[in-house]
C-alpha cells in the first residue's frame, strides 16, 4: 500500500461536498494512520464545507444536502478533534449558540452549529428554550467572542431582544449574531445585534466577519 499523500486530502474535500460520510471516516482515519498534518486533514475538511456553503448561498444544493455534507463533516471530526486538541490545535474562536427561551425548534440552529465547527470554531451549543441567564454565564464561562440566538416562533422574538439588552447591560465584550425564519435585518438592528443571517451558510460568513476571521 502505497503511502498516503497531503495531495490525497482532496478526496476527503471531495467527500465532505458530496455528503459521502462513510467515505469521509476513511479517509480520514486513512489520513491519521498516515501521520498527515492533522491541521492539512482539518484545513480539505474546512474547504469541502466552505463549497458546500457557496453552493448553498447559490441556490444550487438546499438544505438535505447541506445537512448530509454537515454529517459527513461531524463524523470525520470526530475522528479528528482528538488529535487536534493532542497537537495543541485549537479553534481561535469560540461561539456560544442556542434558540432562545419559550422556542423549542432547533433544526436550523443545529445547521449553523454544525457549518461553525466546520469552519473551525469551537462551539458551545447550549439547545432550545435557553433563558438569558444562561447566555450569559455561557459567555462568561467560556470566554466566547460569539452568541448566536436563533428563534422561530414571532411570539419568542421579545426574548431574543430581551437577551440582547441583558448581555449589553452586563458590559459582555462579544458580538450577538441572530437568525430565524421571523428574523429581519431590520429587527437584528432594533434589537442591538451585530448582525443578521438568512440562513446557515451566511452564518458563517456573517461569525467570520465578526470576530475579523479569515475565511
Not at 503511502?3 to 478526496?11: A, G, N, P, S
Not at 492539512?40 to 438535505?64: H, Q, T
Not at 428563534?151 to 458590559?171: D, F, N
Request: a negative charge; zero cysteines.
Amino acid at each position: 500500500m502505497s503511502v498516503m499523500q497531503e495531495t490525497d486530502l482532496t478526496t476527503l474535500t471531495a467527500a465532505i461536498m458530496a455528503g459521502k460520510r462513510k467515505d469521509a471516516k476513511r479517509i480520514t482515519q486513512e489520513a491519521l494512520d498516515a501521520t498527515l498534518s492533522p491541521q492539512a486533514i482539518l484545513d480539505a475538511l474546512k474547504v469541502g464545507m466552505d463549497d458546500v456553503g457557496r453552493r448553498f448561498k447559490a441556490n444550487e444544493i438546499f438544505v438535505p444536502e447541506v445537512l448530509v455534507a454537515a454529517r459527513a463533516m461531524k463524523t470525520a471530526m470526530e475522528l479528528l478533534e482528538p488529535v487536534l486538541v493532542a497537537s495543541g490545535i485549537q479553534p481561535e474562536f469560540k461561539v456560544v449558540i442556542g434558540t432562545v427561551e419559550g422556542d423549542l425548534h432547533d433544526i436550523g440552529k443545529n445547521l449553523v452549529s454544525m457549518m461553525l465547527k466546520g469552519a473551525n470554531f469551537e462551539v458551545i451549543d447550549l439547545g432550545t428554550n435557553v433563558g438569558t441567564q444562561a447566555f450569559i454565564d455561557a459567555v462568561k464561562e467560556s470566554g466566547a467572542q460569539l452568541v448566536g440566538l436563533s428563534a422561530l416562533l414571532t411570539t419568542t422574538m421579545p426574548a431574543m431582544k430581551e437577551t440582547v439588552e441583558a448581555m449589553r447591560e452586563q458590559g459582555l465584550d462579544v458580538k450577538v449574531m441572530v437568525g430565524g425564519a421571523p428574523i429581519t435585518d431590520a429587527f437584528a438592528t432594533e434589537i442591538g445585534a451585530d448582525g443578521f443571517s438568512p440562513d446557515a451558510a451566511s452564518a458563517v460568513d456573517l461569525a467570520r466577519e465578526l470576530v475579523g476571521a479569515a475565511a
